[in-house]
């Protein structure tokens, strides 16, 4: 993989060199994926190089395409290593066809790459099946995780105006060890990505009471008690949807089917209540001119609300660290992506994270 | 129950007459549930009757402080009759502990009402789980119906501005049979109480593609297929979060877990949102200015997302339909909750929807 003929021109050196890029948090990225294309990930990259100066990157993809576009942008000269990848995983392709026959894509090689250790993590846009398949086979999960997670933050009235939730769909079912895991790691994600120091973790269900919800919740109730003063988390106990966007909790744990519809149906409702919004400034000839006095108030508000701002699902529970950014993202949302990558990889995250686990296994489990 | 002594004067015919209730669709209202109290609800009944002419009352609750308040209001004259209840089911109390000792509250006589046959729907502010526990005890079951499910509008881009959702709430789990039934009663509540011939119906999953999602969910969705024709829906098979307030179907069918977890995420989205929107407003001189001025278009946009004009989960799969207003419904909210009662007892919604469902039970299943 890191054969001399990869580089892309004599100006951008060999990472086994060192030169350029020593000191610098090495961020893999996946140029294929993505609905915006190549253009779109390569000037997110060129955003985060500009504000950035302690990251670097290599670029996964048509070396043919991306050559050209990394050499014309001055952000990004001596710090963006270029890759060939001759294949691409699409949106369509299901992730058992893409683990089987997907060696040679962008995808492979940019989760290749923090496997060997030469990243410290990934980004991509691509396939989010398809980059958990792939993650999750070669950097393998962590000892003590049965199911890995994506964890997203989710627009919220807390006073850091987000919340982390998760599982949002890496797999469709949990336990209640699983969701045990994905509290643990939810804290961690917290202090880690969110510098709070005890997050409060709340458990996803149809009510507040204790004596709600299926078994499993009950179950995982009791499992999350028993860890919050050891692991110092701040455990709230069961948090209804409406809390997702609120201010009880830091952290929602949930299995990944109910996460994954939960997000969606948020994000939906977000879009429609901005569509209902223009339509009733576009009403009369008084609420267009309202509109235009109130654009710098609107723009405010679109600018606290950008999911692009917070765009990344981080994959937890594996040995390595990957950020999945939104399919469709453009260049600020792939921007926020690697942003958060950085800040992960500079917190020794995925570290600290697997310490903690291992920390909360019984003596006599002996992980693989 | 229709006792002469519980008339609350003599201006009020006992219903048993019928002189001035005739032709008139009764109602059957509990007036003690409900954050705002009786007084909410009685205006809610006034707005409606004034509004509707074919409709009349028969309100449940402490009469002493039910009485005074109808006999001052000029549209309730002669069109309510307040009926005795001295017990109170609260928001805190146990489904459980209501069905073994409710028989007292105004909840239970107000179910007991269309059970009776004496009303022809019930409408209720409480306590949703004693309401549903109630409900399903004295009313029973539909033939065929294994899970009754609580429905409810939500705001959306189709043309009409809602979808029906269900289940969301009244049950934590579902099978495939279920959520065959589901369809089959949501499509029914499509027909009658939003006026569409042809209601297309959507299964609640994480992906659109057919090999996503539980096993129950893949069993469903072969099920609801098979229907498809014969009930005279349009199946646009699995759907995501994201159409809950979309445009892909007109009915969105899950499990009352999901379906609870997503109609809370989407209220506290559409409530985060305003909260940001007057928070942007409130910036600068000049953004107050504008919000001023924009005062008529903010004001028409909340009218259409207004979760009050939409105010009321419907009871399905019972024999007799019971409406559930929100818990913190004003007398807008009630009386959104009673025109749609109105309208669903004055289409003979639910003998429909019996008929429905017995039509698509096997000839040898023989219904108790």
Same mark, same amino acid.
């Given at each position: ?59 996964? $993809? ?26 691409? /995983? ?8 893409? /683990? ?47 199911? %890995?997670?994506?964890?997203? &933050? ?14 949002? $769909? ?32 709340? &458990? ?26 050891? /692991? ?9 949807? $409406? ?63 950008? %999911? ?25 949302? /792939? ?26 296994? %019984? ?6």
């Amino acid at each position: 993989m890191t054969a001399p003929t990869d580089h892309i021109d004599a100006t951008a050196p060999a990472p086994s060199d060192g030169a350029l890029f020593e000191g610098r948090t090495l961020i893999s990225v996946d140029a294929m994926g993505g609905d915006e294309g190549p253009a779109a990930v390569v000037a997110g990259c060129s955003l985060s190089a500009k504000i950035n100066p302690d990251i670097a990157f290599i670029l996964h $993809g048509d070396k043919a395409l991306l050559g050209p576009m990394v050499d014309r942008d001055p952000h990004l000269a001596g710090r963006c290593d270029v890759r060939h990848a001759a294949g691409v /995983v699409s949106m369509d392709d299901k992730p058992s066809h893409v /683990v089987r026959t997907g060696k040679d894509t962008s995808m492979w090689a940019t989760v290749e790459s923090v496997r060997s250790g030469e990243s410290a993590v990934a980004v991509s846009c691509g396939n989010t099946g398809a980059l958990m398949a792939i993650s999750t086979i070669r950097l393998r999960k962590l000892p003590g995780v049965n199911r %890995p997670a994506i964890a997203v &933050l989710y627009p919220s009235a807390n006073k850091h105006g987000f919340n982390v939730m998760l599982d949002v $769909g890496a797999d469709i079912r949990a336990d209640a060890e699983d969701l045990l895991r994905f509290a643990l790691m939810g804290a961690s994600y917290a202090r880690n990505g969110m510098n709070l120091p005890k997050p409060r973790v709340g &458990l996803l269900n149809v009510g507040t009471e204790e004596h709600k919800g299926r078994s499993e919740l009950k179950e995982a109730y009791d499992l999350i008690r028993a860890q919050e003063i050891e /692991v110092g988390f701040d455990f709230v106990g069961f948090v209804e949807g $409406g809390d997702i966007s609120g201010d009880r909790a830091d952290v929602i744990v949930t299995d990944g089917f109910t996460g994954n519809v939960a997000i969606k149906t948020g994000e939906g409702t977000a879009k429609l209540v901005g569509l209902r919004l223009r339509e009733a400034f576009k009403y009369s000839v008084l609420s267009k001119l309202a509109s235009l006095l109130a654009y710098t108030s609107l723009r405010r508000l679109q600018r606290k609300i950008d %999911p692009r701002r917070v765009n990344g699902g981080v994959f937890l529970g594996l040995n390595g660290t990957v950020v999945k950014s939104h399919g469709s993202a453009d260049a600020t949302g /792939v921007s926020a992506a690697i942003k958060l990558a950085a800040q992960l990889a500079q917190n020794q995250f995925n570290d600290k994270l697997a310490a903690r686990i291992a920390a909360t296994l %019984p003596v006599e489990e002996t992980p693989e």
